[in-house]
């Protein structure tokens, strides 16, 4: 049986921030920027609090059967809340989306090395 890799995107908003946590939050705003995000492990959490107080956690996982995609979405939730606790942030309309990789179509690219294979 092959590993399946997932992508799950986890979003909400900061609520009730005080000024303290929204300055410390604009002091690190740099390595949080979305230019820098990356689907990992332990999550990658990117954010652009002067335009906005939305925010997005990337995690990277893995399973075995289609159905881990949802104990994967689960997880990444867990982590998003844990994180944000953690630090006293409030949050709210948190949701998530997961793509399973090996579900995801082919880009042009692929397809192309994909063909050449075939020849």
């Known amino acids: ?8 995107t986890v979003r909400g908003v900061f609520d009730g ?3 303290d946590q929204r ?4 002091a ?5 920027d979305v230019l820098r995000a990356a689907f990992t492990p332990e999550g990658h959490l990117s954010y652009d609090l002067a335009a906005r107080s939305a925010f997005t956690f ?3 996982d893995s399973g075995e059967e289609e159905e ?7 997880r990444a939730e867990e982590a998003a809340k844990t994180w944000l ?3 006293g942030y409030g949050y709210k309309n948190l949701r998530s989306q997961a793509e399973d990789l090996s579900q995801a179509p082919l880009g ?7 063909a050449q294979k075939n020849v």
Request: no cysteine.
């Open 28 to 32: 690190r705003a740099a390595e949080h």
């Open 58 to 60: 990337r995690f990277l």
């Open 17 to 19: 921030l005080s000024a």
């Open 1 to 8: 049986m092959s590993t399946r890799t997932f992508r799950i």
């Open 68 to 74: 881990d995609i949802l104990e994967a979405s689960e």
């Open 23 to 26: 300055a410390e939050l604009l």
């Open 108 to 114: 042009k690219r692929q397809r192309r090395a994909a």
């Open 85 to 87: 606790t953690e630090r």
